[in-house]
Structure formats: structure tokens, C-alpha cells
């Protein structure tokens, strides 16, 4: 039926899953560690290469705090994190006392600005003697940074890199993958991810040692004595072997998934080619490879005589979902007197982007549907 919901992104299974989590009932091992964790994992550093180790963990903002953990973030301690995010990207930095330095975002990737980030480290240092202890760029929507940059800004000082690569589960950046440039890498496997576990996701470390301190601290931070000693704090926060059953299902339709999504991105460039004051954010230059786990467009209505949110109540009265995009962090009242270092970018960003259908379950006829009430829209 022409009028049925079209939803953002819903997961979408290979018809592999049962398997596993059948294997993990038949054997008891519904408990967070087991067989199919240990092959999730495998399978992660596999796709991670370079001598990577995973741990997979209950939510990919656990994986960011258990980065800040192992580089010893704490109480008086200050973070670099991208403005333009989801609060789960900063959250963490607070969990530890510390502060959250937001950097603004540069326009073609629309992730962290590499000049204002050195312009944000020169500045505390001078305000407060120390440098940040880590800087945490996202990949936005699957885009990649300019990771080279940043890399290269963060090195200078010596300040570790957590990329928080969430939405960029297999995105590439010089056919290299995202979340394999800095310390660490953050994944998630949310329901609505390009890859599921129901819930879930893991942390990219830089070597085996890293990856067994990573796993004392999301076990409790038990000794390794018969009786329950505990020396440091620690948390609840391993992947059960059931939901790694899942994950590993999900690897084995991953391409087919990248494939979709970036097929998807195609048609709405097609569709929205001539259409003057709306523009497909697609990568930047031949270095980016985005996984487009949510396509999204800028709405100029200077041009389309509408704005963002006329289109998007328009698309909801059409049974259409769209989002909008990400309402930078420094602009959160939660995070209201965080030292902040902006352009005008991400602001610019928010005031006119929307998130667009985009999940497996989203057909050809579906992006035809809803490039059609898009351009209806603007012609009013």
C-alpha cells in the first residue's frame, strides 16, 4: 500500500542468528561470556586487521568509557569531544569527573574541525596549564572524518585518539577502517545500527594487554583469587553470549548491508539532482568511503521556500520518518557553561539537515516515495 509507514533504519536479520543463540541454550551459556563471544570478537578483529583486539561490551558508551578508564581520565581532567554527536559520545567524560572541551565541526565531512582543534589544544593549555588527556572525534552518519588531520594534530601534542566510529560500522577512510587510527575505536550494535545485537557494542584496542585490562574492568574488576577481591572499580559491562550469537549472524550479511545502504544514497542523488536547495551529503573526495547508515540532506529554504521542519512534519503526515539531525553538544543545556570552540558549522548544520530512510527494509519505491513528497513540499 502506497500509504505504508516507512521507518528511518530497522535491523534486519540473515536468518543465521537462531543458530547460534540455540547453540548458546543447548549448552547453557546464556551468561556474558561464552563460545559465541569469543568468535564475535574474532570476527571483529578480523574485519579490524593491523593487529587490532576487540572486546565486545553491553553498549558502544560503555566502550567509550571503559577508553577513558584505561587512559586514566578522571576528577579535574579535561576530554575533547566533537560537538556535532549524540550525547552518548560525551556522557562518558562526566561518568569520570571530568570535562567535556567541545570542538566544532568542519563542512565537507561535517566532523571535527582539525584546525580548530589545535586552536581548542593551545587554548587550554594556556588556560589551564595541562593538555587534554584524549580527543574524541565521531563519524557522523558513517562519514568519515579527516582523520589524517586529526591524527596528525593529536600526535603533536602527544593526546591519545578514541574514535568514536558508532554510526560508521565499516566505513573506510583511505580504505582503511574506522575506528583503527587512534588508541581506541568505539562500536555499536544498537537495534537500529548497521549491524545488531539487540543492544551492545565494542571497543577497538591497540594490543592484547590493553584488550585483558578492558575485560577486568568490564567484569567487576574481579582479582584473579577463588574469592571476590576487588582492588580498582569496575563495571557490568560485557556482551552476553547470546546477543554475540546474534552479532555473529549479522557479520555474515554485513556487505549486503553496506551494499544496500550505499545503493540507497545513490537513488536519493538521482532524485534530488535538479532539485535547487536540497543537497545529498555524500563523501567528500575519493579518501572517504561512508557506509551511509543514515543518508541525509541539507534544506536551504532560501531556495525551497520550506525549511527542515516543514518537511519533516510533512513526511510524518505522509507516514514517512525522518530525523533531525544531531543538535550540537555545546548548544545542550546539560553541558551549558563546558568550554566550547565553534565556527558556526554544526549549528548551520542542525538549522537544515534531516535524516532520510535509510535502513535495509527501504526499497527503491521507497526512496522514489519519499524524494516525491519531498519535492511536493517544496513547490507549494
Not at 568519515?144 to 566510529?165: C, K, T
Not at 544531531?326 to 546539560?334: F, I, R
Not at 532520510?356 to 524524494?371: F, H, K, M, Q
Request: proline share 5%.
Amino acid at each position: 500500500m502506497a500509504n505504508n509507514r516507512i521507518l528511518l533504519c530497522l535491523a534486519h536479520m540473515s536468518g543465521q542468528e537462531m543458530n547460534y543463540i540455540q547453540e548458546a541454550f543447548d549448552t547453557n551459556w546464556v551468561v556474558p561470556l561464552g563460545p559465541n563471544v569469543n568468535a564475535f570478537e574474532e570476527d571483529l578483529e578480523r574485519l579490524c586487521g593491523e593487529g587490532k583486539r576487540v572486546v565486545v561490551l553491553s553498549s558502544g558508551t560503555a566502550a567509550i568509557h571503559l577508553a577513558l578508564v584505561n587512559l586514566g581520565v578522571g576528577r579535574d581532567d579535561e576530554v575533547i569531544c566533537q560537538s556535532m554527536t549524540f550525547s552518548a559520545s560525551a556522557n562518558p567524560i562526566v561518568y569520570q569527573g571530568a570535562t567535556p572541551v567541545f570542538v566544532d565541526s568542519e563542512r565537507d565531512s561535517w566532523n571535527m574541525d582539525p584546525n580548530l582543534l589545535e586552536d581548542a589544544i593551545k587554548d587550554r593549555i594556556a588556560k589551564t596549564g595541562r593538555k587534554p588527556k584524549a580527543i574524541i572525534p565521531v563519524y557522523l552518519y558513517g562519514m568519515p572524518a579527516m582523520i589524517d588531520e586529526i591524527m596528525a594534530v593529536a600526535q603533536h601534542y602527544e593526546i591519545p585518539v578514541i574514535e568514536d566510529s558508532a554510526e560508521a560500522f565499516g566505513s573506510r577512510y583511505r580504505d582503511q577502517l574506522c575506528g583503527t587510527f587512534g588508541m581506541f575505536g568505539i562500536m555499536s550494535f544498537n537495534g537500529n545500527k548497521m549491524i545488531t545485537t539487540s543492544g551492545g557494542g565494542a571497543l577497538i584496542c591497540p594490543d592484547e594487554a590493553t584488550k585483558k585490562k578492558t575485560m577486568f574492568y568490564a567484569t567487576q574488576s574481579r582479582e584473579p583469587v577463588p574469592y571476590y577481591l576487588h582492588k580498582e572499580i569496575g563495571y557490568n559491562y560485557r556482551m552476553s553470549n547470546i546477543c554475540a550469537g546474534i552479532g555473529r549472524g549479522q557479520m555474515t550479511i554485513l556487505d549486503e548491508h553496506l551494499a544496500h545502504h550505499r545503493h540507497l544514497c545513490n537513488r536519493y542523488i538521482e532524485l534530488f539532482s535538479k532539485v535547487d536547495g536540497i543537497t545529498v551529503h555524500v563523501n567528500p573526495d575519493n579518501r572517504f568511503d561512508s557506509n551511509y547508515w543514515l543518508n541525509t540532506i541539507l534544506i536551504d529554504p532560501t531556495k525551497t521556500g520550506v525549511d527542515y521542519d516543514n518537511i519533516r512534519l510533512h513526511l510524518e503526515a505522509c507516514n514517512i520518518e525522518s530525523r533531525p539531525l544531531w543538535k550540537p553538544m555545546h548548544t545542550q543545556p546539560v553541558f551549558a557553561g563546558a568550554p566550547a570552540y565553534v565556527n558556526g558549522v554544526s549549528e548551520e548544520l542542525f538549522s537544515m539537515g534531516l535524516c532520510l530512510p535509510s535502513g535495509p527494509y527501504v526499497s527503491d519505491e521507497d526512496v522514489e516515495r519519499v524524494a516525491h513528497e519531498i519535492i511536493a513540499c517544496c513547490k507549494r
